[in-house]
């Protein structure tokens, strides 16, 4: 599929409205709130060069999106490192991971529009988590960052569940501590590896196109994608679900 005929696809069916009423909305972080994937590529570019990975060449975005992004920490160790014990390869992520902390710090800013967002789901009183499979430590770095610390009711690390996305088990977890029903929660995600665990879990996922390429993130099967959050066909899709009973006033761009 041509990224002109994903377009096509996601604006065929750009529909929230059998979710009504609308309960909950659940967020990914890296990429979802904000385009942290550039910050993780730098960092695992700088450790690869100092390591010799690949032969000292350094590894392009498209090994980036294919190998790393989106994936649990473990997960992406086995991949990168088949011939690692496990406990090396999880060494070298967290050094990965303080350096990208140290990154963030300096270079984080939020998606166009997540204010935007974020203030129509306080207002229709919502409930929101934070879904993610990055360190707890990375998580709560972001979302204070972005000044999300008191916007969020909850932080599901897939970590810290028995299986971390694409498995459907953080997000299932999510509903659980929220207590609100799948049938009437959706999902942002930007990856792969998280339109899978949402739409695994029985929500319907929109997909932002923020780096992965939107034919790939479609055959994940998201209800549609997004650029960001000043979308139109977004906020057409919330505006439906207004007027089919969504709790609250009206959705406005």
Excluded at 97 to 110: G, S, Y
Excluded at 124 to 129: C, E, I, P
Aim: net charge negative; hydrophobic share 40%.
């Amino acid at each position: 599929m041509t990224a002109s005929s994903a377009e096509n696809a996601a604006d065929s069916k750009c529909s929230l409205s059998g979710l009504a009423p609308l309960e909950a909305v659940l967020f990914d972080i890296d990429g979802t709130l904000c385009d942290s994937d550039p910050l993780h590529y730098q960092a695992f570019r700088e450790l690869f060069l100092q390591i010799g990975y690949n032969d000292g060449v350094p590894i392009t975005e498209e090994f980036f999106i294919e190998k790393i992004a989106g994936k649990h920490c473990d997960d992406a160790v086995r991949g990168l490192f088949p011939d690692w014990d496990l406990e090396k390869g999880l060494k070298f992520m967290d050094e990965k991971e303080d350096l990208f902390r140290k990154l963030a710090k300096e270079q984080v800013k939020p998606l166009n529009g997540l204010n935007k967002i974020r203030k129509w789901i306080e207002e229709q009183g919502l409930k929101r988590a934070a879904v993610t499979n990055a360190p707890r430590p990375n998580a709560e770095l972001m979302i204070s960052l972005l000044g999300l610390s008191d916007f969020f009711q909850a932080v599901i690390i897939g970590g810290e569940c028995d299986r971390a996305k694409p498995f459907p088990d953080p997000y299932l977890k999510a509903l659980e501590v929220l207590q609100v029903s799948q049938d009437h929660t959706f999902v942002f995600e930007d990856s792969v590896s998280g339109i899978k665990a949402g739409v695994a879990a029985g929500m319907p996922v929109v997909g932002l196109t923020t780096r992965n390429p939107e034919s790939l993130l479609m055959e994940a099967k998201p209800v549609f994608l997004i650029r960001d959050y000043d979308d139109p066909n977004l906020w057409a899709a919330l505006e439906e679900l207004d007027q089919k009973g969504a709790p609250g006033g009206t959705a406005t761009a």
